[in-house]
């Protein structure tokens, strides 16, 4: 049975920091195209950053850029995003995803087309900012 599982959510000040962590129990995910998205109360889905299955495409969302960092360490079979200089807009629900067949050309459509189908999805994490 295939997992993927957020963890390091909470509350944080505004210009504070998180790291986010989803671990992946079922598949090797090595193998996969990694994205984080995020849904706040009330708002569509977004798209904050999708990695190749390389990491040699990694494309990140307007509002994360320069705050927002994706990495994995395929040792641990775990996935990344390390979250600099919070505001009260990235409040939301933090999901991972995991795609087989997102190839180097579709990672930016993986985190930007909203109809975009992936094959495996976390619970979530919750990441509140505020003071």
């Known amino acids: 049975q295939v997992q993927l599982v957020e963890s390091g959510g909470g509350l944080v000040q505004p210009g504070g920091s998180l790291r986010l962590s989803c671990e992946a129990s079922?598949?090797?995910?090595?193998?996969?195209?990694i994205g984080w998205f995020r849904q706040a109360p009330g708002k569509e889905r977004e798209g904050v950053s999708c990695?190749?299955?390389?990491?040699?495409?990694?494309y990140y969302a307007d509002s994360v850029k320069g705050r927002f960092t994706i990495s994995r360490d395929n040792a641990r079979n775990t996935v990344y995003l390390q979250m600099n200089s919070l505001q009260p807009e990235d409040t939301a629900v933090y999901y991972c995803?995991?795609?087989?067949?997102?190839?180097?050309?579709?990672?930016?459509?993986?985190?930007?087309?909203?109809?975009?189908?992936?094959?495996?999805w976390g619970k979530g994490t919750l990441v509140n900012v505020s003071s």
């Open positions: 079922g598949i090797n995910l090595e193998y996969f195209a």
């Open positions: 990695t190749s299955s390389s990491d040699s495409i990694i």
């Open positions: 995803a995991a795609d087989r067949w997102t190839d180097m050309t579709k990672v930016q459509r993986m985190c930007i087309e909203k109809s975009y189908g992936v094959d495996y």
